[in-house]
C-alpha cells in the first residue's frame, strides 16, 4: 500500500471520528439540558430515553418506515434534478426564455412549499404521487437557481473555444456548460436533499400510514415526547449520511472536480 493511499485512509478514518465526537458532544449538552431544564417542566426528555424508544422502534416497524421515508425523498429529489438542471441550463444561457420562465419560476420560488401542501393533496388525491411530488417541488429551484447561476459564471473564453472549434448547441451545453456549472449545480442538489427531508415529514403528515414523518405525526398527535425526539434525531441521521452518500457519489462519477469547488470535505 502506497503512502499517499494511507494518508487517504487516515484522513478518512480522522473525519469519521470528528463526526463520531461532535455527536457526542450534542447528545452530552443535550442530557446536561435535560437534567438542568428538564424536571422544572415535568418533561425530561434525555437521550438515554430516546436511545430506550428507538431501540423498541427498531423492533417494530422502524426498517419499513426508514425505507419508505428514503423511498420518497431520493425520489422525490431525483424528479427536482431531472427537471431543475435542464431548465437552469436553458435560463442560464437564454436570456428570452430567462425573461419569461425565469421570472415566473422567481415568484413560485418566494411561496412556501408547505403551504402548497394541502393543494397538492386537492390536485392529486391522498396518494405517493402528491408526496412525491410536492418533495419534487421544493426541491426543484434550489437545483435551477444553483444551475442557472453557475451558468452565468462560465467563463467566456471556454465558449468562445467552444465556438472556434465548431461544438453545436447541444455538444457546448454537454463538453462546456454543464462541467462549469457543475460545482454550483451539486451544492443546490446538497440543498434539495435537505429540503426534502423536511418536505417529507409535512407529505408524510398527509394520509400516509407509515414512514418517520408518520411516526413523528402520530408521536406529537399522542403527545409521545421520546418518540417525537427519536424520530426527529432518525430524520437528522438520514438527512446527514444521504448528504454524505451524494458526495461520494460525486467525487466516484465526477473525479475531476476539485474538493474546494465543492465546497465538500475529503472523506
Not at 458532544?25 to 434525555?46: K, M, Q
Not at 431531472?82 to 418566494?110: C, E, Q, W, Y
Not at 442538489?189 to 408518520?214: C, D, K, P
Request: with cysteine.
Amino acid at each position: 500500500m502506497h503512502l499517499s493511499e494511507l494518508i487517504c485512509i487516515s484522513r478518512g478514518l480522522m473525519l469519521h471520528i470528528r463526526s463520531i465526537i461532535g455527536f457526542l458532544w450534542i447528545a452530552l449538552i443535550w442530557w446536561i439540558l435535560s437534567v438542568t431544564f428538564g424536571s422544572d417542566s415535568g418533561y425530561n426528555v434525555n437521550p438515554i430515553e430516546v436511545a430506550l424508544e428507538l431501540v423498541q422502534w427498531i423492533h417494530n416497524s422502524f426498517l419499513l418506515d426508514v425505507f419508505i421515508t428514503l423511498f420518497r425523498v431520493y425520489i422525490g429529489v431525483t424528479i427536482g434534478i431531472l427537471l431543475g438542471v435542464p431548465v437552469g441550463l436553458i435560463t442560464g444561457r437564454n436570456k428570452m426564455f430567462d425573461f419569461h420562465v425565469g421570472s415566473a419560476l422567481n415568484l413560485l420560488r418566494s411561496v412556501t412549499p408547505v403551504a402548497l401542501a394541502p393543494f397538492f393533496v386537492i390536485w392529486f388525491g391522498v396518494n405517493e404521487t402528491a408526496k412525491l411530488l410536492l418533495i419534487a417541488w421544493g426541491s426543484f429551484f434550489p437545483i435551477w437557481l444553483a444551475t442557472h447561476i453557475g451558468v452565468r459564471h462560465i467563463n467566456q473564453t471556454h465558449l468562445n473555444a467552444a465556438v472556434m472549434l465548431g461544438f453545436k448547441r447541444i455538444r457546448t451545453i454537454i463538453s462546456v456548460e454543464f462541467p462549469s456549472a457543475l460545482p454550483f449545480t451539486v451544492s443546490g442538489i446538497r440543498t434539495s436533499i435537505a429540503i426534502g427531508f423536511i418536505l417529507v415529514f409535512i407529505s408524510e403528515t398527509l394520509g400516509a400510514s407509515s414512514g418517520v414523518g408518520f411516526r413523528l405525526s402520530q408521536a406529537y398527535d399522542l403527545f409521545d415526547v421520546e418518540r417525537m425526539a427519536a424520530s426527529l434525531v432518525v430524520l437528522g441521521i438520514l438527512g446527514v449520511i444521504s448528504d454524505q452518500l451524494f458526495i461520494i457519489f460525486v467525487k466516484k462519477v465526477f473525479p475531476w472536480l476539485p474538493s474546494n469547488m465543492l465546497m465538500i470535505k475529503n472523506i
